[in-house]
């Protein structure tokens, strides 16, 4: 059975999409820690990150650089932090997330609730930047 990554990049569900290639896709997360949190993935569904061939996660982490880069560009932060968790969705994920200060990337704290125009915009500064 398909993770949900698997079925938003298949496009199967609906999603804020900032970046794709023929193996990777990004979008925004929808219980963002900060506008403009995006989760990066490779279309290869694979449990944990460091279950990537190492060929396979070398490609991932060049795509979610340049993805970073279009954040950091597209929105108001010191920094985009970086972080892999794998808990939730079992399948590899990198959260780039737009910082001020270290706390902003708090995954205890409260998510935000962003409304769908503002998720459109923000996608479309990120894709455009």
């Not at 990777?24 to 997360?29: K, R």
């Not at 990066?40 to 795509?63: K, N, Q, S, T």
Request: glycine share 4%; charged share 25%.
């Amino acid at each position: 059975m398909a993770s949900i990554f698997s079925r938003i990049a298949a496009g199967e569900i609906t999603s804020y999409k900032v970046a794709e290639d023929d193996r990777h896709f990004a979008f925004l997360d929808i219980n963002p820690m900060a506008p403009g949190h995006v989760l990066v993935i490779p279309r290869r569904e694979v449990d944990y990150l460091f279950d990537l061939e190492p060929e396979e996660y070398g490609a991932l982490m060049e795509f979610a650089r340049k993805v970073a880069l279009k954040v950091k560009k597209a929105m108001p932060c010191q920094r985009v932090g970086v972080a892999v968790l794998g808990m939730e969705v079992p399948h590899a994920h990198i959260h780039l997330v737009p910082l001020q200060t270290e706390a902003d990337m708090d995954f205890r704290a409260p998510k935000r609730q962003i409304a769908p125009e503002e998720m459109q915009r923000i996608a479309e500064a990120i894709a455009n930047a």
